[in-house]
């Protein structure tokens, strides 16, 4: 079992930054590949950015591409979601998910992770 948890999220006007934290414990010790969901009100569940074991693979969904960037400490167990000239349309709240998977393995897919934290609120303002 791995236990996620996210911090750093809040209220930023549009144009600013946020940096989203998410902390792993448990089951750390095996390698995992990490990523970051959204949901918005009234939306589905959308991949944002996921990275892999080893740091040197990542993937992020086009409408982020350019101005988020995720990166993780695997000393820390943390993963990171650097979120530069936010938009109204990225408010959601963020979800932190992680899976055990090859050092170089990068899943895209919600259904391709088996541990989720709890989520963080992201409000973005005009």
């Known amino acids: 079992q791995v236990q996620l948890v996210e911090s750093g999220g809040g209220l930023v006007q549009a144009g600013g930054s946020l940096r989203l934290s998410c902390a792993a414990s448990?089951?750390?010790?095996?390698?995992?590949?990490m990523g970051w969901f959204r949901q918005a009100p009234g939306k589905e569940r959308e991949f944002v950015a996921a990275?892999?074991?080893?740091?040197?693979?990542?993937s992020y969904a086009d409408s982020v591409k350019g101005r988020f960037t995720i990166s993780r400490d695997n000393a820390k167990n943390t993963v990171y979601l650097r979120m530069n000239s936010l938009k109204p349309e990225d408010t959601a709240v963020y979800y932190c998910?992680?899976?055990?998977?090859?050092?170089?393995?990068?899943?895209?897919?919600?259904?391709?992770?088996?541990?989720w934290g709890q989520g963080t609120q992201v409000t973005v303002s005009s």
């Open positions: 998910a992680a899976v055990h998977a090859i050092p170089w393995r990068v899943p895209v897919r919600g259904q391709d992770y088996d541990y």
């Open positions: 448990g089951r750390t010790s095996s390698s995992y590949a």
């Open positions: 990275i892999s074991w080893t740091g040197g693979s990542s």
